[in-house]
């Protein structure tokens, strides 16, 4: 059974950057579709990055150039590297993924709710 493991959240200042790490186990195979949604206080769950299994990649308009998601696949670790912090950003994060392989296209709007396996989720916390 796939079991998704965050880790890499605190609290930074405004500017400043953080390394996520999703750590990937129990898959026979990558799930096409992987990424990381967010959560803010009284927000619904909005996808933020997604990578899937052939290496392309989908953002959030409001993250786009800040954040990067990436892979080690010898390691089985998804990344979301984010860099210029904002307050916005303020959020747990979530390593989620397909591992039914429903999704058709591996794009950040797709609904929460078609992925089946999610991460306990990391806080970040951004102050001004």
């Known amino acids: 059974q796939l079991q998704l493991v965050e880790s890499g959240g605190g609290s930074v200042q405004a500017g400043g950057s953080l390394r996520l790490s999703c750590a990937v186990s129990g898959a026979t195979y990558r799930p096409y579709c992987m990424g990381w949604y967010r959560q803010a206080p009284g927000k619904e769950r909005e996808g933020v990055a997604m990578?899937?299994?052939?290496?392309?990649?989908s953002y959030a308009g409001s993250v786009q150039g800040r954040f990067t998601i990436s892979e080690d696949n010898a390691k089985n670790i998804l990344y979301l590297q984010i860099n210029s912090l904002q307050s916005e950003d303020t959020a747990i994060y979530y390593c989620?993924?397909?591992?039914?392989?429903?999704?058709?296209?591996?794009?950040?709007?797709?609904?929460?709710?078609?992925?089946?396996?999610w991460g306990q989720g990391t806080q970040v916390t951004v102050s001004s």
């Open positions: 989620a993924a397909d591992a039914r392989y429903v999704i058709p296209q591996c794009m950040v709007w797709v609904s929460a709710d078609a992925l089946d396996t």
């Open positions: 990578l899937d299994a052939d290496g392309r990649t």
